[in-house]
């Protein structure tokens, strides 16, 4: 498992991405830092991720 940690900074706003992961993952988490600390989404079998970047921090948790 390892863990990608992605923001934007801009100071308003926020952007749309979709983080290509280069292959396909079992488990993928999204936890946004000002929530707290379970995931916000959770996706299974995939090899991108799509996220709303504004900016704080949302860390990607890959798992095999």
Request: aromatic share 6%; net charge neutral; hydrophobic share 40%.
């Amino acid at each position: 498992m390892f863990k990608l940690v992605i923001w934007d900074e801009n100071v308003k706003g926020s952007n749309q991405v979709t983080a290509n992961l280069g292959r396909r993952y079992s488990t993928v988490n999204v936890y946004d830092v000002t929530v707290g600390t379970s995931p916000t989404q959770t996706l299974n079998k995939v090899d991108s991720v799509s996220l709303n970047l504004s900016d704080h921090a949302l860390i990607v948790e890959i798992s095999k």
